[in-house]
Structure formats: C-alpha cells, structure tokens
C-alpha cells in the first residue's frame, strides 16, 4: 500500500504523516516514510531528533548540489539514505525518485 499526504501549507501534512506511519508500522505494517517536502521536518515528527533530521536533510541538498551520486534503485536508496525512526518506521528525506518499480 502506498500512502501521500498532501495539501496547503500549515494544513498538518507532517504531522498526519507521522501518526499514520507510527501507527501502521505498531500494526505490523513494513513502513518507509518519505519526506519530500523542501523543508523537510517529518523526522521530528517521528521522533528522530533535530541532529538525525538536519544530517538527513544534508544528504538530499548534496545530492541536489551533485555533491553525491543518487542511489539507483529502491533498496539502495533506502540503505544509503534511511534512517530508522521509532517504532520500526524507516524515514528518507528525498527530493525525487528516478525509475520507480511497480508493485
């Protein structure tokens, strides 16, 4: 299953997501959270801290800058750029996903 939270600015995005993740991944569910937003703030919301949040963060605009190769696949991505969050959440901070596969 896939989920995206979207809307205005301010409307609680974040904070939706975060619950939504916490919740499902205490359910049994496998949950990777995205945080595609250009302020990135989801890992505060899922309990990663401000240091984890910032170095996310730091990844993305190397990456964006050409400082750092993009991953090339999903595994790879995850591996290179996740991090884990409470209760079995797995958090990346992305700007945009080449070739995505199905399924």
Known sequence: ????????????K?????????TMARHGATVVAL?????PNL????GVGDFETERLE???ESLDEGGEEHAPGWDD???RFGSD????VRL?????????SPG
Not at 14 to 22: D, E, H, K, L
Not at 85 to 88: C, I, L, R, T, Y
Request: with cysteine; charged share 20%; net charge positive.
């Open 77 to 79: 991505l995850i591996a």
């Open 14 to 22: 974040t904070t939706t997501s975060a619950i939504v993740a916490r």
């Open 43 to 46: 890992g505060l919301s899922l």
């Open 85 to 88: 969050a409470p209760d079995g």
């Open 1 to 12: 299953m896939r989920v995206a939270v979207v809307g205005k600015g301010g409307s609680g």
């Open 92 to 100: 990346a901070v992305v700007s945009r996903i080449d070739n995505p």
């Open 58 to 60: 730091s990844m993305r």
């Open 35 to 39: 945080d595609c937003d250009s302020n």
